[in-house]
Every structure is written in C-alpha cells, then in structure tokens.
C-alpha cells in the first residue's frame, strides 16, 4: 500500500460541543453537508452541534448522528484541500463513516442509520436497565484483550466491549457482573479498573434488541460495494461487499470493537499517513500507544488542516 492514506474516524466518547464549527465557518461544502444532515437525520444538526451543551450531546440518540456529521465535515474539509483516504476504517459507531467515505452508504443513509442506530441503543439500554439493574462499562487498563477474555471466563453479565490497545480494554455489562470480574482481572495483571459515564452496556448481549431493530432499520437502505477498503470492526478484515457491510454493521451491536487486530491489520499495509478524521485524538493516541509503525495524525479540525497542508 505504498503512498497510500487511511482515514480513521472516532465514535462515541469523542463530542464535545462547537465540534466542527470552525470547518462550518470556512468551508462552503461542510455548510451544505449540514443542510443534507438536518434533513436526513431530522432535527436541527447546525444547532446541536453548535449551541447544544455537553449534556445534549452526550444522550446516544443524539452523540450518534452528530459525531458521524463532524467527522464527514472534516473528511469533506480534507478533499477540499486534495487530501483523499485509498483506504478506511471507524472505531464502533465510526464505521458508518467509513463506509460513507468507501462509498457503500450514501452520507445521508449513514446519517439517517446512525439517527436510528443511537434511538434502539438508548432503547435497548433501558430495557437493560429494567431488568438487570445498573448497567455500564469500565476501562480495565494494564492487560489486553487475551488477558481480559481470559479473566472474564466463567464471569456473568460482562464481556470484553472495546479492545482498545495491548494496555487498554473496555468491559461492559451489569455492574454486579463488573464487579464480580474485578478480582480476577487484577489478579491478571489490570492496574485500575475504572468506570466510565455511559449510558449503556454497549457492544454485548445485553444490546441484542438493538440489533434486531437496526437490522430492520438497514434492510431496505442502498449498501454499495466498496469503492476502497475499509475495515470492519467484527473481524478487522476489509469488507467485501455492501451485503457483508451491512450484516456486520448488525454484528458489531452485540460484538466486541477488535481495534488491536484492526490497526495491526492497517499497519501491515504500510500507508504513507494515517489522519484521525473527526473530532477528539481518542483514535491518535490509541495509535501512538500501539507501538505500530507509522504516524496517526489529527485532522478534525480548520487548525490541525492548516498544519498538515504546511507540512
């Protein structure tokens, strides 16, 4: 994959509120991108992203469809300045951008699923809730993803969610589950286990309502076949087709995001540059702590372009 660029785009965890404004400012493009949005998505997007507080943000149904248009904006940004991506890949909710930049989705349709995908998560983290009790998810940092699959055999009600990097993994479940699996996770080699203010057990079981209503909700929606490779979270392999896209798209609800195989996988095809496309350095730090060869550089906002086109 020699002069090559890959384009990773962030998920949810990543907003914060203005995100994107500054490419709304000097962009033309971004502006219409934000017209499509509001209407694909049904509600005011300019507005949110702007004026909405930290707390609007934050609710799933919201976080979902406006971290996907922040992160189209920049991808959008960078081809105004003649920056294209050969090959993508998003952690969690940031594959719908990837495949929007692989051409599998249309920018709306991915607006339009991600709108839908973030009602039947908060949805099905309720019913969650009703009956299992408190909910959520923790980063478990020292070991990796063997270590933690390792340590939470046996365990009920929690499963390895995020498989971040060799020293980071996000479990997620019933907190009496995460509680019951702290023991034997330290005894693994974990440094801290600590809690993280989410509203849901995403990326288990648990959410298995919320496939079943996103694959109703991706049934009738256009996947293309992939213009570039992208990557997809349930296997950290390329995609092969629209069909597969959207049948892992349905997959990754219930699965664990394998964003150490996945980078690995990126790694081994020695792209020239890597961006972070979106808003946040989530993804660039992952990479930086990785150990890969290669740099992963940020590229969500109007200052970071500037630098990049300078260099």
Same mark, same amino acid.
């Given at each position: ?31 219409? *991108? ?6 694909? =998505? ?39 300045? %003649?920056?294209?991506? &050969?090959? =993508? ?24 699923? !991600? ?12 019913? +969650? ?44 479940? &019933? ?34 309502? +919320? +496939? ?9 929606? +256009?996947?293309?076949?992939? &213009?570039? !490779?992208?990557?997809?979270? !349930? ?6 087709? %629209? ?18 195989? *996945? ?16 808003? %946040? &350095?989530? *993804? ?9 060869? %290669?740099? =992963? ?15």
């Amino acid at each position: 994959m020699v002069g090559q660029t890959v384009f990773l785009y962030p998920g949810q965890g990543s907003q914060f509120p203005g995100m994107a404004q500054d490419l709304f400012n000097k962009y033309s493009v971004v502006k219409s *991108l934000f017209v499509r949005a509001s209407e694909a =998505c049904g509600k005011d997007m300019e507005a949110l992203l702007f004026e909405g507080s930290a707390e609007d943000l934050k609710a799933t149904e919201n976080a979902q469809a406006a971290i996907v248009l922040a992160s189209l904006a920049a991808r959008e940004a960078l081809m105004e300045n %003649g920056i294209e991506s &050969t090959g =993508c890949a998003g952690h969690s909710l940031g594959e719908y951008t990837a495949l929007a930049d692989a051409g599998v989705l249309s920018p709306e349709d991915a607006l339009r699923a !991600v709108t839908a995908r973030g009602q039947h998560m908060a949805a099905a983290a309720a019913k +969650a809730i009703s009956e299992k009790g408190e909910v959520g998810m923790a980063a478990v940092v020292g070991i990796g993803p063997y270590e933690v699959r390792e340590a939470l055999e046996g365990v009920v009600d929690v499963w390895s969610a995020n498989e971040n990097g060799p020293n980071q993994v996000v479990i997620a479940g &019933t907190k009496a589950g995460m509680n019951g699996a702290e023991e034997k996770l330290k005894a693994a080699g974990a440094r801290r286990i600590i809690p993280l203010p989410v509203s849901g057990p995403f990326h288990t079981p648990l959410m298995a309502d +919320a +496939a079943g209503a996103l694959e109703l909700t991706l049934k009738d929606m +256009a996947f293309n076949e992939p &213009t570039k !490779v992208v990557w997809s979270n !349930v296997n950290a392999a390329p995609v092969t087709s %629209g069909d597969e896209a959207r049948s892992q798209l349905v997959k990754q609800i219930t699965g664990a995001v394998r964003w150490v195989d *996945l980078t690995e996988a990126i790694a081994a095809t020695k792209p020239d540059s890597i961006y972070e496309v979106g808003p %946040g &350095t989530v *993804l660039t730090g992952l990479w930086k702590k990785s150990g890969l060869d %290669g740099i =992963c550089e940020s590229a969500g906002s109007a200052e970071n372009l500037d630098s990049i086109q300078n260099n």
